[in-house]
């Protein structure tokens, strides 16, 4: 085809027919052009496609992420929900005429058992993102701010979350407390640990349990320790709330796959 081209244009020259010569090479100047410009456009489609199926790619990823982080929410609430539990019962207990200091040690304990779990959003998705300077594939810029937010706010929810365990953690190991007394010694892993070739435990055996001081002290330590699973409920009804919210648009964007 190029063979025959360049014949065709030779023998324009050779016989004197410059204008005919000029319009082809305008025609084949234009075509040349227009193949260019087929290409890029066809690179473009290419390059889009391309972006749209990473776009849809990557809103299936954050769902999953936002999936795991209502299943680790819904696990907190439930151990929360048991924190409750052993809060009232340890009031109860101290309420009674002469509660059983095993009893009441054990609800203690179970008062912040895993109640410093922290919780920090799954961002595996969302770090790919940002580090790879893909967030612009984003390109529905409603849900790239709802989820800008998203994030920032799990983190804050998160640090509350640990500062109200903090307070619980801090009161019930306070040094003012009286350890013998309450029954920290009969605690299985400190009982194990305790050497009894060295320490008479016979000693270690509170008397007359509770003293009112202790049961005064007490029962405050279980209503702050109730207030604070109290406010981390709420926290994490708050946080399942915004999971919902954005679960439902990443996975309407995920269906359209």
Sequence with gaps: ????LRKLRQSMINGGKIKNYLLYAIGEILLV??????????NNWNEEYKDN????????KLLEDVNQDQLLIEKLIRENNQRIKYCNQLLYA?????????????????????????FRPSVSAFDDLKSNGKLAIIKDLALKKQLLNYYAEMEGYGDISDL???ASLNLYYNQD????????????YVKKELDTTLVNTNELKAKNFPSPQVRKQLLSEGMFNLTNNARKKELYATMM??????KKVLNSKCEQR
């Design 1 to 4: 085809m190029i063979k025959l």
């Design 33 to 42: 052009v227009i193949g260019i410009l087929i290409a890029l456009q066809i």
């Design 53 to 60: 199926q990473l776009e849809k790619t990557y809103y299936c």
């Design 94 to 118: 101290l309420q009674q005429v002469h509660p059983e200091r095993k009893n009441v040690i054990f609800l203690l304990r179970e008062t912040i058992s895993k109640i410093r779990f922290r």
């Design 164 to 166: 109200v365990a903090n």
């Design 177 to 188: 407390k009286d350890f013998v007394e309450l029954g920290f010694q009969d605690i299985y």
């Design 241 to 246: 709330e915004e999971t919902q919210k954005i």
